[in-house]
């Protein structure tokens, strides 16, 4: 009997073990019948409790759409599972205890429990929806590697974990984390999350340690000796001591408020991120293994990388560096765009990488650099560089690159005024702008000019060079000592000469000129730019005048606006204006229309002064500044005028003239750089005396061979929309003091828009010449005035059609006006006046006519 029921239970265990699993999810079904290597043993189609319990090894069944994986359970004896990429909201893993691998990562997981899978030593749980990661247990001290990134995990417990040696929990919001128990530490990728602290004191063997993107704003890594990775960026840190971490080979540091770092003791450092920041300083001199360096967005002013020998990829932009020497580099790629202070940048012997999305065909960008004035690059990169940006090529030192080869003789420096004459360095001491040097070497004499910053460079030449000053005005200032010559190769590549220029005695000199900016056309404003400058030694105040044509022209507005306005004069107040600065006033008047009395029609002559009245003054020609101005119905956008006029007297030969060039870009893209080019008669016009006085845009000037003016404005980007396409350049020129009546001055300009053929402009005359004494029109050769004597009524009688009257204005003895009439008046009633003498004044295109009329009782 008892035989009987053992055999029975043994049939009945037997039957279960044989017993199908019914599983809840078809997927997860369908992926074990499909598993290689085989489940299903049978080959039924079905999976036993028995098929389950044999299977032993990797059970991989990812990107299945599982969504229920209740009947895990049966598989007890898997020693590593990929159930991954599938749609499980929660599973048990409490029967698969031989687990020492899991990957069940971008599921929709909300919850896991490992605590009881003692064999377990690596888990993927990343990209899931995790706000509980139970790992906890005595049991569990041989998990190694945890990856739970992007999850929403609020809290992990890792006290147990004593063996985990890489935690990867990147993208949670987790507030704080406690490691002091993880002294196997390999690995920490902590980025990501809510964190406003972290000790990793305790973690000595860390290698990699990434926590960008939290709010911390300290960190010791003191102990940390054996880091080669360091990812901090995104955070609130401001000091980082790193002296200790010599084995570093990759820094991230970018997005905090760092103004220093030190990296001195980091020899094997290789790539260094460090870009938005406060750095004012950087010394990298001691990393010569870098290779890849980003510290654009900082205020950095310079940068030695001399020992950066194995420097690939430099990102150095948005920063305010006034010169780039990569020539010891090994750069393939580099950014220095958005410095605005750079002016020379050396990328001699260096091999750039192609690069399609830049329009130089190569890894290189330096756009928003106003002031470079010279960028250096091996003789396979000039031509497409300048093909590119439309800017031409200089190989000859005779004249000024902007991009060359020839980059080994290069001699800049900067000019300063001593405004308080205690030596240069001062907050209250300025650029010396306009500060004209000669230049000559082995190539000849050429002369060149400082910018508005006070800077100025230029090419040299192999051997002995000699630059010396040459001053407008050198008995302001107190005598330069010569500079020593400059000799090259001994100095190359870049001999710095600059100067501090010291004020000798008290000298009032202020310079006024009068720019016509918006040309006159009827009906619509004109816009005009008045500039001053005290070209003197002592601080000035006083005011600007302008005056114009009132009964043709309507003030509409300045900036900055008016101190004072009468009927035909405009007043600006300036105060304490100092030596070499300069100041503008910007002024809109509306010309009258043809239709409008009295007209204005092109050809027509607009009549300007501005006036600078101050301090008694050296140089008093220059305070003042007339413009005849010609209205015009359609014009050149690019054109030359000579602001005098187009006659000047022969008493004015010798004095200055202003010639203004104005030009404009009416192509389809950006004028990149823009180039004017004046070819001087020599026989009309003294080039010794040339002085640029200013322009739209900043631009360097030059005098090659005594004869031709050249003005460069590199990177100007110049737009080609209407409102945005203009600009010019003033300057001025003595006429030579040999010229006679009749004699006359030719002049005109090629203006170069990039790589394009030269625009080049009508040729401007002026003829020296006595101005025509105008006849006065006699008024009984046009009217009579009928009865005169009168006693009320008079009635004026045209006797030549061939005028055109505005206006009638009756006058006393002493000068009143006591009436006003229409020009097209014949009959007025003036029977109001009193008894006495008046005059009639009529106002017509033949000038003003007048007679005499009596009024009786």
């Given at each position: 009997m008892k035989k009987n029921i053992f055999l029975g239970i043994l049939l009945c265990?037997?039957?279960?073990s044989y017993a199908q699993i019914n599983f809840t999810d078809a997927n997860f079904k369908n992926a074990l019948l499909s598993h290689n290597p085989v489940i299903d043993t049978n080959r039924n189609g079905e999976i036993t409790i028995q098929e389950a319990e044999q299977?032993?090894?990797h059970l991989k069944i990812s990107g299945k759409r599982i969504t229920n994986a209740n009947e895990i359970k049966y598989f007890t004896k898997i020693t590593r599972l990929d159930i991954s990429n599938n749609d499980l909201s929660s599973i048990d893993l409490s029967k698969n205890i031989r687990i020492a691998e899991l990957r069940i990562q971008l599921n929709n997981l909300i919850r896991?429990?490992?605590?009881?899978?003692?064999?377990?030593?690596?888990v993927y749980c990343n990209n899931n929806k995790l706000t509980n990661l139970i790992t906890s247990s005595r049991n569990a001290v041989r998990l190694r590697e945890l990856n739970c990134f992007n999850n929403r995990l609020q809290n992990l417990d890792l006290s147990e974990l004593a063996q985990l040696r890489i935690l990867k929990v990147s993208k949670n919001q987790l507030r704080n984390i406690d490691l002091t128990s993880n002294q196997e530490l390999r690995t920490l990728e902590i980025n990501d999350n809510r964190l406003t602290a972290l000790n990793v004191t305790q973690n000595s063997l860390l290698s990699i340690l990434g926590f960008h993107n939290n709010t911390i704003s300290s960190l010791n890594v003191t102990q940390n000796s054996r880091l080669r990775v360091l990812s901090c960026n995104k955070n609130r840190l401001q000091n980082l001591d790193i002296t200790r971490n010599t084995l570093l080979e990759i820094l991230r540091i970018e997005d905090n408020e760092f103004t220093s770092i030190n990296t001195n003791n980091n020899i094997n450092l290789e790539v260094f991120r460090a870009q938005t920041n406060r750095l004012n300083t950087l010394n990298v001199s001691n990393n010569v293994n870098l290779r890849s360096l980003y510290i654009n967005n900082n205020i950095l002013t310079d940068i030695n990388l001399t020992q950066n020998t194995?420097?690939?990829?430099?990102?150095?932009?948005?920063?305010?560096?006034?010169?780039?020497?990569?020539?010891?580099?090994?750069?393939?790629?580099?950014?220095f765009s958005n410095n605005p202070e750079i002016t020379i940048a050396f990328l001699s012997e260096q091999r750039l990488e192609r690069d399609l999305n830049t329009p130089i065909g190569f890894a290189l960008r330096f756009q928003g650099c106003p002031k470079l004035q010279l960028l250096c690059l091996d003789e396979d990169y000039v031509t497409p560089t300048i093909k590119a940006l439309g800017n031409r090529i200089y190989l000859s030192t005779s004249t000024k690159p902007v991009v060359s080869s020839n980059c080994n003789a290069?001699?800049?420096?900067?000019v300063t005024y001593d405004i308080d004459n205690d030596g240069c360095g001062d907050a209250d001491d300025i650029p010396f702008s306009n500060f004209k040097f000669g230049v000559s070497g082995a190539d000849g004499f050429r002369e060149v000019f400082t910018n508005n910053s006070g800077e100025y460079i230029t090419i040299g030449n192999d051997g002995i060079n000699f630059i010396f000053?040459?001053?407008?005005?050198?008995?302001?200032?107190?005598?330069?000592?010569?500079?020593?010559p400059i000799n090259f190769p001994q100095e190359a590549p870049n001999a710095v000469r600059n100067y501090c220029i010291t004020p000798n005695g008290i000298h009032n000199d202020l310079e006024v000129t009068l720019i016509p900016i918006r040309m006159a056309v009827p009906g619509f404003n004109a816009e005009y730019l008045i500039t001053y400058k005290n070209k003197g030694t002592n601080r000035q105040s006083g005011s600007i005048a302008l005056d114009f044509m009132q009964n043709v022209l309507t003030f509409v507005s300045s900036q900055p606006t008016t101190t004072s306005i009468t009927t035909d004069k405009l007043s600006w107040n300036f105060t304490n204006l100092k030596p070499q600065e300069s100041r503008e006033i910007k002024v809109f008047l509306k010309v009258n229309r043809p239709t409008d009395n009295p007209s204005v029609n092109s050809g027509d002559i607009l009549s300007y002064k501005a006036t600078a009245i101050a301090a008694t003054d050296a140089t008093p020609d220059n305070n003042v500044a007339i413009f005849n101005q010609t209205a015009v119905n359609s014009f050149d956008p690019n054109d030359k005028t000579c602001l005098e006029g187009a006659t000047i007297e022969p008493n004015d030969v010798g004095n200055y003239l202003?010639?203004?060039?104005?030009?404009?870009?009416?192509g389809t893209a950006n004028a990149i750089n823009i180039r004017v080019e004046d070819d001087i008669d020599t026989s009309t016009l003294d080039i010794e005396s040339f002085i640029p006085l200013q322009a739209s845009h900043s631009y360097t000037a030059m005098v090659i061979d005594k004869k031709k003016i050249e003005f460069t404005f590199s990177n100007i980007n110049l737009p080609f929309d209407d409102a945005n396409n203009d600009g010019y350049v003033l300057f001025k020129i003595k006429t030579k003091d040999n010229l006679v009546e009749g004699d006359i001055i030719n002049n005109k300009a090629d203006i170069y828009f990039d790589f394009n053929p030269p625009v080049i402009t009508e040729v401007e005359t002026v003829t020296v010449k006595k101005k025509d004494t105008p006849s006065v029109p006699v008024f009984t050769d046009y009217f009579t005035l009928s009865p005169n004597p009168t006693t009320g009524n008079l009635t004026l009688t045209p006797v030549n059609t061939?005028?055109?009257?505005?206006?009638?204005?009756?006058?006393?003895?002493?000068?009143?006006?006591?009436?006003?009439?229409?020009?097209?008046?014949t009959n007025m009633n003036v029977s109001y006046l009193f008894a006495n003498t008046y005059f009639m004044q009529l106002h017509s295109n033949m000038g003003i006519l007048t007679t005499k009329f009596v009024k009786t009782n």
């Open positions: 265990l037997n039957a279960i299977f032993q090894g896991l429990d490992i605590s009881r899978n003692l064999n377990l030593k690596k194995n420097l690939t990829d430099l990102i150095i932009s948005n920063n305010n560096i006034t010169s780039l020497d990569v020539s010891n580099c090994a750069i393939k790629r580099i950014d290069i001699i800049s420096g900067k000053p040459l001053l407008e005005n050198p008995e302001y200032f107190d005598p330069l000592t010569p500079t020593a202003h010639y203004l060039i104005r030009f404009e870009n009416k061939n005028i055109s009257v505005q206006q009638i204005t009756i006058h006393d003895v002493a000068g009143n006006v006591v009436g006003i009439f229409g020009g097209t008046t």
